[in-house]
């Protein structure tokens, strides 16, 4: 009882405060941004032509209470949390990849200094520079796997902003496009 009895003290406190007028028009922008939040979720949950004040309810509540069971995006979440994680050991194993490369190039060239038949210094020294090559492949794999988890990321926060799915999949595209192929789907206006 006196738990409540504070948390109105508080709240009419809260309010008595005078706004801004920028903290106004905030405030009314930010209103409609969750009226339009809850007629979206509401009309997600009803279940007839119209919504109904207990779909308002139930709207409220996922919205101001989300967990993992009340919001489909929270399944999405998880995904791609999982996804970064799996892409973060490509990345080290692809570093670590190129760490073995280099001291591989390294100790054949090393081969090559110090012997003194020609033919294995010629070899050694040609194996060593096949080898310091092949630290390209493992750095693309890192940057590819970097410029996923940026995809995965962008995919995060478009999921999470975006309720229209005819908005969202020109979205998905654009970013992929963008993102992973490396192909800007932007056109040049002239």
């Known amino acids: 009882m006196a738990e409540m009895q504070e948390k109105a003290e508080w709240t009419e406190a809260a309010l008595s405060k005078p706004l801004d007028p920028s903290a106004t028009i905030g405030l009314q922008n930010l209103i409609s941004d969750l009226r339009q939040a809850l007629l979206i979720e509401a009309s997600n949950l009803s279940k007839g032509d119209e919504v109904s004040e207990e779909d308002l309810l139930r709207a409220y509540k996922r919205l101001e209470y989300p967990d993992k069971d009340s919001l489909p995006s929270a399944d999405v979440q998880t995904i791609i949390s999982r996804a970064l994680r799996e892409n973060r050991g490509l990345e080290w194993i692809s570093y670590g990849m190129a760490i073995v490369f280099f001291l591989f190039g390294l100790a054949l060239f090393g081969i090559g200094v110090a012997n003194s038949d020609v033919g294995v210094r ?9 080898v310091e090559l092949m630290i390209l492949v493992p750095f693309r794999l890192a940057v590819n796997s970097r410029r996923h988890n940026i995809a995965l990321r962008m995919l995060g926060i478009i999921l999470n902003r975006v309720h229209d799915p005819k908005r969202l999949a020109p979205l998905l595209k654009d970013t992929f496009l963008a993102v992973v192929l490396g192909k800007a789907p932007f056109h040049v206006v002239k």
């Open 122 to 130: 010629i070899g050694a020294f040609f194996g060593g520079s096949v």
